[in-house]
């Protein structure tokens, strides 16, 4: 008899974009006129930049060859990518690492949902409330779920800021700039956790998917930026909103020498080698072709041309917050992230004003309650979009009553 792992049975039943795509679908089967425009899932609109195309066609060409071609390439990732983060990313912030601290992955959603492997069935993580979903479900289905997380509130009342515990909590996911609320964690905040960490023999898994939505000079863009987390911080870097990579799939985790955890007699065991022998396990590297994509944001054309798209999803993140905030709304976020997380007008669930807005305006935004308990009363907006559909969606806002 295959028993069947029952962890997976305490998950909801469906991711929550597949959620909301079902619920579009739904509409538009009965409407098909309605042009629908979303501000919902965290896609990307703007293509790849020229420096990304021509380095893509330069890889494809090397594989039509069989002096260049290249078959399995390094699971960890080639140094050509390691070596071009440390020197563009990393040592401009003052951030020293080498390169087998870095992993060359397939985006941040899978490093974040596997990195839980490393750890004790039975620790304790702590994941802010609303939260990106899967570090739930990716702790869910290896075990940990009911006594062993621990939800920690960021609502309106607390700026969005996690209260550091009161409490031994092994393992804490941070995520900022944070998805969904669109707030950031100065670098004084930032200590705190890292403070906190280090007491506690804790390890800090930290998402910095979208570091480059940072304007703020102040705001730290990656945790090593402070004293004392390469002891205790495992991050996590996607090229998917940097750079438009979300259907070409790359991205990078770095897991310090210096980082390490117990075993049950008291030994300390260096967490880059067993992540290492995982990803050697288990994943058989980027392609090549995605990894000299990546390369190329770090020229300088590179560099010109992501911070010029990037700028274009801010100037939408601006206008949605300037015009959401003139109609009323109570709006967080879209200052340092392309985030806005909005209260709910009086009255309104999550989901009923995500219903509102998509029978009334057309216009998909994601419901904050499918996020966590303390999403209940928001709903995130993404600024994605065309400068045209934003404007679109936003000049319907405004037409409704609220
Ligand atoms: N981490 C956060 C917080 C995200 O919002 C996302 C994507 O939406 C990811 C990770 C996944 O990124 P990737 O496309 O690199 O897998």
Not at 267 to 279: D, F, G, K, T
Request: hydrophobic letters at 35%; charged letters at 20%.
């Amino acid at each position: 008899m295959s028993l069947v792992n029952e962890n997976f049975l305490l998950l909801t039943p469906n991711y929550l974009f597949a959620d909301i795509a079902q619920k579009v679908s739904a509409y538009k089967a009965l409407h098909p006129e309605a042009d629908i425009i979303s501000l919902g899932i965290g896609d990307v609109t703007q293509p790849l930049c020229p420096a990304v195309i021509e380095a893509m066609h330069r890889a494809t060409d090397e594989m039509a060859s069989a002096q260049t071609f290249r078959g399995y390439g390094p699971e960890c990732g080639y140094d050509f990518l390691r070596e071009a983060i440390v020197h563009n990313h990393f040592l401009p912030r003052g951030v020293q690492l080498s390169i087998d601290e870095i992993f060359i992955g397939d985006g941040a959603k899978s490093d974040t949902g596997n990195i839980q492997e490393l750890i004790h069935h039975d620790c304790v993580i702590g994941v802010t409330d609303p939260v990106y979903p899967v570090y739930v479900d990716s702790n869910a289905m290896a075990g940990r779920a009911g006594a062993n997380v621990v939800y920690m509130p960021c609502n309106a009342e607390n700026n969005f800021v996690p209260q550091i515990p009161d409490r031994h909590i092994d393992v804490i996911y941070l995520c900022y700039p944070n998805n969904p609320t669109g707030t950031v964690l100065t670098a004084q905040q930032l200590q705190q956790w890292v403070d906190y960490a280090l007491r506690n023999d804790s390890i800090i898994l930290y998402d910095a998917a979208y570091q480059a939505f940072i304007t703020d000079p102040s705001i730290p863009h990656s945790i090593y930026e402070i004293e004392g987390a390469r002891k205790c911080a495992i991050e996590f870097h996607s090229y998917s909103k940097t750079a438009g990579f979300t259907g070409v799939r790359c991205g990078y985790t770095i897991v310090p020498h210096e980082l390490s955890a117990t075993t049950g007699d008291n030994r300390r065991i260096p967490l880059n080698h067993l992540w290492e022998r995982r990803q050697c396990t288990k994943f058989n590297g980027t392609s090549y072709i995605s990894q000299r994509a990546a390369e190329a944001i770090y020229t300088p054309e590179g560099k010109e041309q992501v911070r010029k798209t990037i700028g274009y999803y801010m100037q939408n993140a601006h206008h949605m917050l300037a015009t959401l905030r003139s109609l009323g709304h109570e709006v967080y976020g879209g200052e340092n992230a392309p985030y806005l997380w909005m209260r709910t007008p009086e009255g309104y669930s999550s989901w009923q004003y995500f219903d509102h807005l998509l029978h009334n305006a057309h216009v998909v935004c994601t419901p904050g309650v499918g996020f966590g308990p303390s999403g209940e009363g928001y709903v995130r907006f993404t600024a994605f979009g065309t400068h045209e559909s934003t404007a679109k969606a936003l000049k319907r806002i405004k037409e409704l009553k609220n």
